[in-house]
């Protein structure tokens, strides 16, 4: 059976603008006033012929921690009267990058086709949106010092705005940084006895003695929600990478319950992160009504 739910399609316009998947992107999509352009770090230098650059707009640096986790900066950039907005922003942070952001090694900049568009106000109401929506889906940890400020709009202008930011969070994630995307479907409650907050469709749960824990199939891999039981004691036979994932969200873990959701590449992987053993996903997490994700994967490929 099928659960997936029905999303309205979306053109996508992608110019790889040095003919390489890795290079600089620019992207437009239909019906949208606004154009996207995915700039490599190295390659910031070939973009200062691009007009949009030289506008008002928004921009997001990359970069990565320590441990590989992903990291993210969320600025504006006004036009300067040498007519060069975005792009003059961008070698400021290349020049002399932010602490934390100094292995910054790709951007995404967003501008309006019509250079009118933006105003102070409106490039500040969407630094805003994007910083919150960003906090609120808590994947990547943000080098901002403080929440940006929001300032007031009239509704027609909101509506406008609302539209830009949700086609830029498309592009976002589709370029591949889910910045702004959350690690589930979070719609209805968990079970009662779970003893769980968070409001999440909980398609799947592993009950083994101290172990209560729930998860979801994603597009990604595995999420295990939040407020999940999980064995605190970590056997040798425990795969490697069930093991290293337990060390790397260590601080997501306190008495044996999970402070976040957690997304792991498998539900293989899930299965022993939350039991601290080797263990076969497929037949460990399980429906509320006892099937098996093996079962559940098999009925589905039936409907194939």
């Not at 568009?117 to 910083?131: D, H, K, P, V």
């Not at 994603?218 to 064995?231: A, H, I, L, P």
Request: charged residues 25%; negative net charge; contains cysteine.
């Amino acid at each position: 059976m099928n659960n997936s739910p029905a999303i309205a399609g979306k053109n996508m316009n992608y110019f790889l603008m040095d003919g390489i998947p890795n290079g600089r992107v620019k992207c437009t999509l239909s019906n949208w006033t606004g154009v996207a352009y995915r700039i490599p770090r190295v390659r910031l230098v070939d973009c200062k012929n691009i007009d949009y650059l030289k506008q008002s707009g928004i921009y997001l640096l990359f970069c990565k921690g320590d441990n590989d986790e992903p990291l993210a900066y969320i600025g504006q950039a006004g036009e300067r009267k040498n007519g060069e907005g975005i792009l003059h922003r961008l070698g400021e942070h290349h020049a002399n990058p932010k602490p934390g952001l100094e292995d910054w090694y790709e951007a995404i900049a967003f501008t309006a086709t019509n250079d009118n568009w933006m105003s102070a106000t409106e490039i500040s109401w969407l630094e805003n949106n994007f910083y919150c929506l960003a906090k609120t889906a808590g994947r990547y940890e943000l080098k901002n010092g403080n929440e940006p400020n929001k300032p007031p709009v009239i509704e027609e202008k909101e509506s406008e705005l609302m539209e830009f930011s949700a086609f830029a969070r498309i592009i976002t994630g589709v370029l591949g940084h889910p910045i702004f995307e959350s690690l589930s479907a979070k719609q209805t409650p968990m079970p009662t006895d779970a003893g769980l907050t968070a409001s999440v469709i909980a398609n799947f749960e592993i009950k083994q003695g101290e172990v209560v824990a729930y998860g979801q199939r994603t597009n990604e891999g595995f999420v295990v929600f939040k407020d999940s039981k999980v064995k605190t004691n970590i056997k040798e036979s425990c795969p490697k990478n069930a093991k290293r994932q337990r060390e790397l969200h260590a601080e997501k873990i306190a008495n044996g319950i999970l402070k976040e959701d957690i997304l792991l590449r498998s539900p293989n992987e899930a299965a022993c992160f939350v039991t601290g053993n080797a263990i076969s996903g497929i037949t460990a997490w399980k429906t509320p009504d006892g099937k098996t994700l093996k079962e559940i994967e098999a009925s589905e490929a039936e409907e194939l």
